[in-house]
């Protein structure tokens, strides 16, 4: 699977929108994107996934370059439950993840 | 629908014994997964059963085991514990195509002793 690059940390203002980059430039045609998150002591959380079309469902959007390289996790209305660690997953099968270090996502009253 | 259920949440066991942990799947999911995840190694795949066969291994020894039944629900098997099987076990379900995501559990956290 395609290794992915995220920032470590991040914070975000109560009620703006979180923008989460993740870079994949090895991505392979096959392989899909996936975003995951982890609440301290849950499991991970399935936000969203998409090949190479933009996606949205009722928690986020997934905006991925039109070279596949990139993509953005956009989470429209951050509140205070939505720090995490959000996990960005490249991979052609999606029971195998490899899951890297994460983006600790912390938002802010 | 009920999310994925695992038992026990915690559990403690002295080295060398074995443990058993549970999952039962979210309901019509015939994929079930399990990973491993600890401080130092982050979330690590274990292996993956649909329909009662062993579909994908990760790189765990064999010691690390596990059987899923005709219901879908699974279970997961450590043999003569270590310190270093001290972790969070978290099984996740899919529907079980290609890229159908997963949806984890809550996790058993089991303390090696």
């Known amino acids: 699977d395609a290794k992915t690059t995220q920032p470590t940390s991040m914070d975000c203002a109560e009620g703006r929108a979180a923008n989460l980059p993740c870079n994949h430039s090895t991505i392979s045609g096959n392989e899909y994107v996936y975003w995951y998150r982890q609440i301290h002591s849950q499991g991970p959380q399935y936000i969203i996934h998409g090949l190479k079309n933009n996606e949205t469902n009722e928690m986020a959007s997934l905006i991925i370059t039109e070279d596949r390289k990139s993509s953005t996790l956009i989470l429209p209305h951050a509140t205070l439950r939505d720090t995490a660690v959000y996990y960005c997953i490249v991979g052609a099968s999606g029971s195998r993840l490899t899951f890297g270090e994460g983006t600790q996502l912390t938002v802010n009253p | 629908k009920a999310g994925v259920t695992q038992t026990p949440r915690y559990l403690i066991k002295t080295r060398g014994q074995q443990v058993t942990l549970s999952c039962s799947p979210i309901?019509?999911?015939?994929?079930v997964s399990w990973y491993q995840q600890t401080p130092g190694q982050g979330l690590q795949f274990l292996f993956e059963y649909f329909s009662e066969t062993q579909r994908n291994k990760g790189n765990f020894p064999g010691r690390f085991s596990g059987r899923q039944f005709s219901n879908s629900r699974s279970e997961m098997n450590v043999s003569t514990l270590e310190l270093g099987d001290s972790a969070l076990y978290l099984c996740a379900s899919s529907a079980g195509q290609n890229n159908s995501p997963l949806h984890f559990g809550n996790g058993t956290r089991l303390t090696v002793t």
């Open positions: 309901s019509g999911h015939r994929s």
